[in-house]
């Protein structure tokens, strides 16, 4: 296509030039002291094209020939700009492929070649970049005081800075990081606070705000911020369901009086308290703490709907009325009554039927449910021991000696 224009152009310049310079009437005459010259007009137009194109040529050969010097000085501080630039990239692909001690070497490179080019010489985030790959280097091979040189190096240089607020941000999200790989959760805390309120609700911060309450073993903290971190999809469903539950549970186990306990099961997520899981570790918790009564409490709104609940809520709501049976009441047996009688053929809830009737001293019930729980492999060992003693009991209380001998000496195999 471009040939052809050319082409078209060419055919175009023929016929104006046939058409103005067909005719060559005119004549000029050019004196010079006692000399003449005289040419035709053509000629002249030519000549005078000519000699402006040749004028302009040596005004632009002169203009290049000048500048020289300079173009050279530009060539060299491209050259080093290209080469600084091709060296922070290969730091960069040597630390992604593992290779700390090149990536740190390459960074003091682009560094150093940065330092010899103008252009480079007052660009802050190449700066940065660069100091944070060295030290994340530098981190990787355990080179904790080269690393904080380099940390501190790059801090001081954007701190206060106007339009460093992106380079001031990854250096202490990359800072906390480290810390909290260090163990150091205090100091990893410390370096969060600094971050601006936008910066600080980032899902990566948040992570990090995480990991460092789960390190100081402070739970109700960590829930809080996960939960904040599943709001913002910071992790899928189940993933973010099975956190919220283990930190829940882990303030439950460090609740040490009943009290404390209370308090820890207040400060929870009323969806927390819904969670069959979390209800039931928090009854068996308040059993450990003498007061039954209160897990009982705690495990009426899950029972009321266990008929809505799957096979492993189901499950643990059943193992946790076991150990808070001691001392039930009769306002439990309908509700009992009715989940065996949907659910009667799973093991754990016949074992919730069996001690409860067994508490109550309703020994015609509670029999054959005892029986079934002492023979279930499913259920955990100490449920099933706890079944035969208390056969063993009803049978010292008939007078069945023997039989209690042979309860006590099941129980005592089982395992």
Not at 53 to 60: D, E, K, L, P
Not at 137 to 147: A, T
Not at 340 to 364: C, I, K, N, S, Y
Request: charged share 25%; aromatic share 6%; with cysteine.
């Amino acid at each position: 296509m471009r040939s052809v224009i050319w082409l078209v152009l060419l055919f175009a310049a023929a016929v104006v030039a046939a058409t103005v310079l067909g005719q060559n009437d005119a004549l000029v005459s050019l004196f010079y002291g006692q000399w003449r010259v005289d040419m035709s007009l053509n000629l002249f137009l030519l000549v005078l094209i000519g000699s402006i194109f040749i004028v302009f040529a040596a005004m632009q050969a002169t203009q290049a020939f000048l500048s020289l010097p300079t173009r050279a000085r530009e060539w060299r501080e491209l050259k080093r700009e290209r080469a600084a630039g091709a060296a922070l990239r290969e730091a960069l692909a040597e630390l992604f492929a593992a290779r700390y001690a090149r990536a740190q070497r390459a960074a003091q490179r682009a560094l150093d070649l940065q330092a010899l080019c103008g252009v480079l010489r007052n660009d802050l985030q190449f700066t940065v970049l660069a100091e944070m790959i060295a030290a994340s280097g530098l981190h990787r091979l355990q080179d904790k005081r080269g690393r904080d040189e380099r940390m501190a190096a790059a801090l001081a240089m954007v701190r206060g800075r106007v339009g460093s607020g992106t380079a001031f941000d990854g250096l202490q999200l990359l800072g906390a990081d480290w810390a909290l790989e260090d163990r150091d959760a205090e100091r990893g805390l410390a370096l969060l606070a600094e971050l601006p309120p936008g910066v600080a609700r980032r899902t990566q911060a948040l992570r990090l705000k995480l990991q460092a309450a789960r390190q100081q073993r402070r739970p109700l903290d960590a829930l809080q911020t996960a939960r904040l971190l599943a709001k913002h999809q910071g992790f899928s469903a189940p993933a973010a369901q099975s956190l919220l539950r283990s930190l829940a549970i882990e303030a439950i186990e460090q609740a040490f009086d009943i009290e404390q306990l209370r308090r820890v099961w207040s400060e929870l997520d009323a969806v927390d308290r819904r969670d069959a899981f979390v209800v039931s570790r928090a009854a068996r918790r308040a059993q450990a703490l003498d007061h039954a009564e209160q897990g009982r409490q705690w495990l009426q709104p899950a029972w009321d709907a266990i008929g809505n609940a799957g096979a492993d809520d189901r499950r643990e709501l059943a193992l946790a009325l076991v150990a808070c049976a001691p001392g039930i009441g009769s306002d439990w047996l309908p509700r009992i009554e009715s989940a065996l009688a949907v659910h009667g053929h799973e093991p754990p809830l016949v074992a919730a039927a069996a001690m409860a009737f067994a508490d109550r001293q309703l020994w015609g019930k509670a029999m054959r449910l005892l029986e079934q729980t002492a023979t279930a492999a499913s259920l955990p060992a100490p449920v099933r021991r706890q079944a035969l003693r208390c056969l063993s009991a009803i049978a010292r209380e008939e007078g069945r000696n023997e039989h209690a001998q042979g309860y006590d000496q099941r129980a005592a195999a089982v395992e």
